[in-house]
């Protein structure tokens, strides 16, 4: 049983699904924050450039 134990700590196969979990999770926030940032700003640019072709 101790042997189990000792196989169970040592074992570093649970530390990569951690590390893959937190990256994604990094990456994640940060293309949601792009997404809002550029999506708003786009939405600006479309909006003027209809309505400056609206009044024309």
Not at 3 to 31: P, S
Request: aromatic content about 8%.
């Amino acid at each position: 049983m101790g042997k189990f134990f000792h196989n169970v700590c040592k074992d570093e196969q649970g530390q990569d699904i951690a590390e893959y979990a937190v990256m994604l999770a990094v990456i994640l926030v940060l293309v949601i924050g792009t997404v809002r940032l550029i999506g708003g700003n786009a939405n600006n640019a479309f909006s003027s450039v209809a309505s400056s072709l609206g009044t024309q």
